[in-house]
C-alpha cells in the first residue's frame, strides 16, 4: 500500500512537470509546439508529415545520438509518404511517459527479478492525400517492447513490457486546421517460480492499461499579416489497473488455487487544455509567439489490500499558463532562440484517512537556443546559459557541456 501511494505522489510531481516536443527548435521557443509549424508537428499531428518530405533528422542529447528519423516520399504522380524513427536510447519505462497531450503514467511493472532490456522498437508515420478535395492525411505506429525469461527446468521467472501507440489525423481547410486522434495500449509479463517447484504464477498482471487523447487546432489571421492566431484544445482520458498475487498455504504441488490476491491497484486520469496561441512576424527575420489559456488534470487512484481500500485523489489546475518564444534572425546562416514558460498550478492531493495538501505555485522555465543554416542543412540547440555567463571552456576553464540538447535536419533534394 505504501509503495501505491508513494507512486501516485511522484506521479503528481511529473504532472507538474512540462511535457517537451522532440525538436529542439520548438522547444526553445517557449514549448511552443502546438502553435508553431515545424516538422516536430508529426508528433502531435501526424497529418503534418506531408509537408515535410525528403528530410533526415537526429536528435542529439545526454551525450549521444538519440534517433534518426528518414521521411521518404513516394510516387511523383500521386505522391504517399512513410517515416522511420528509429532509437539509440535508453529504456523506456512507464513511469514518466505521458500520455499524450498532457498526463503521466505509474509505473505499474513491479520487475525486481531482471532489469528492462531495452526496447524503444521503432516509430512509423504513413501519409497522403484523400479524395477529390487532396485532404493530407496521416497515421502514426510506435512500438516498445523488450522481454526476458529463463529456460531452465528450476527457474522459469519472466518479465517484460509492451506499449503500442495508433494514431490519426487530418489537416483541412487548406492547412488551416489539424486535428489528431490516437490511443496507447500497455501489458506486461511477471512470472515468478513457485518455490521448490517448476511450474511459475503471475507474480502481477495488467487489467486493462490504456489511454485515449484528441487534440485540435486553428490558425486564423483576424486580418493582414503579420497576425495569426491559434486556437487550441487537447483531452486525454486514461486507465491503468494491475492485480498482485502471494502465494497462500506454501506447499507443494502449487496450483493457481494456492495463490491469492494480495493488492489491486487501479488509477484513471482526465485531462484537458484550452489555449490561444498568437504569432507575430512583421518580417522573414523575426517571429514572436505567445500561447496562453488553462488545463486541468485529475488522477484517482484507489488501492485495495485485502479488504481494506485506501482512495486517493490529485488534481492540478493551471490557471493561466504562458508559453513565450522568439526566433530571431542575427545572420544569412544563424538564428537566435529565446523562451519561457509559466503555469500558475494549484495543486491539490487529499485520500479518505483525511490527508490532504495543497500548493500553490509558479512552474518556471526558460530556454535559450541557436539555429544554423549551411544549405540544407539545419541545426538547432538547446544550449547551456554558462556560455554566455562564463564563456567557452577554453577561456573559462569551466567543463560544462555547451548543449543540452541539438536537433540536425538535412532537406535530401
Known amino acids: 500500500m505504501r509503495r501505491s501511494l508513494i507512486v501516485l505522489c511522484f506521479l503528481l510531481l511529473l504532472m507538474s512537470a512540462s511535457s ?40 542529439f542529447g545526454d551525450g549521444d545520438f538519440m534517433n534518426l528519423g528518414i521521411h521518404w516520399k ?44 531495452s526496447n524503444q522498437r521503432i516509430d512509423l508515420f504513413y501519409g497522403r492525400r484523400l479524395g477529390v478535395n487532396q485532404i493530407p492525411f496521416g497515421f502514426h505506429f510506435g512500438a516498445v517492447h523488450s522481454s526476458q525469461r529463463n529456460d531452465d527446468a528450476s527457474d522459469q521467472r519472466e518479465e517484460g513490457l509492451s506499449m503500442y501507440t495508433f494514431e490519426t489525423g487530418l489537416t483541412l481547410g487548406g492547412g488551416a486546421t489539424d486535428i489528431a486522434a490516437g490511443f496507447e495500449l500497455m501489458t506486461w509479463k511477471d512470472k515468478e517460480n513457485f518455490p521448490a517447484d517448476t511450474s511459475v504464477f503471475d507474480e502481477s498482471k495488467p487489467k486493462g492499461n490504456y489511454s485515449l ?107 493561466p499558463f504562458f508559453r513565450a518564444g522568439a526566433d530571431l534572425k542575427v545572420f544569412d546562416w544563424m538564428d537566435v532562440r529565446l523562451g519561457s514558460t509559466s503555469y500558475w498550478e494549484r495543486f491539490t492531493r487529499e485520500n479518505d484517512a483525511s490527508d490532504k495538501l495543497l500548493q500553490d505555485f509558479a512552474n518556471n522555465n526558460t530556454y535559450l537556443g541557436f539555429g544554423f543554416h549551411w544549405g540544407d542543412l539545419h541545426v538547432d540547440t ?28 538535412y532537406e535530401i533534394m
Open 20 to 59: 517537451f516536443a522532440t525538436n529542439t527548435r520548438v522547444l526553445t521557443m517557449g514549448e511552443n509546439n502546438t502553435i508553431l509549424l515545424d516538422e516536430a508537428n508529426i508528433w502531435l499531428f501526424p497529418s503534418r508529415i506531408m509537408d515535410y518530405p525528403n528530410i533526415a533528422v537526429g536528435e
Open 74 to 117: 513516394f510516387d511523383e504522380d500521386n505522391p504517399w509518404m512513410l517515416g522511420t524513427y528509429l532509437y539509440n536510447s535508453d529504456v523506456v519505462y512507464p513511469m514518466g511517459r505521458p500520455l499524450p497531450p498532457l498526463g503521466y503514467r505509474p509505473q505499474f511493472v513491479p520487475f525486481d527479478d531482471f532489469s528492462l532490456l
Open 213 to 319: 487523447y484528441a487534440q485540435a487546432r486553428h490558425f486564423w489571421q483576424p486580418g493582414p499579416p503579420p497576425w495569426t492566431v491559434v486556437p487550441h484544445a487537447s483531452v486525454y482520458k486514461a486507465k491503468n489497473e494491475a492485480e498482485y498475487y502471494e502465494i497462500r498455504n506454501p506447499g507443494a504441488p502449487y496450483t493457481d488455487d494456492t495463490l491469492e490476491l494480495a493488492q489491486t491497484d487501479k488509477y484513471s486520469w482526465f485531462g484537458f487544455e484550452l489555449g490561444t496561441g498568437l504569432q507575430y512576424a512583421p518580417s522573414n527575420d523575426a517571429m514572436v509567439v505567445l500561447d496562453f489559456g488553462f488545463r486541468y488534470d485529475k488522477v484517482d487512484g484507489d488501492f485495495t489490500v485485502g479488504s481494506a481500500t485506501v482512495e486517493a485523489t490529485a488534481k492540478t489546475f493551471t490557471i
Open 382 to 409: 538547446y544550449t547551456h546559459p554558462d556560455l554566455f555567463l562564463k564563456g567557452f571552456n577554453f577561456i573559462s576553464g569551466e567543463t560544462t557541456s555547451m548543449n543540452f540538447a541539438i536537433s540536425a535536419l
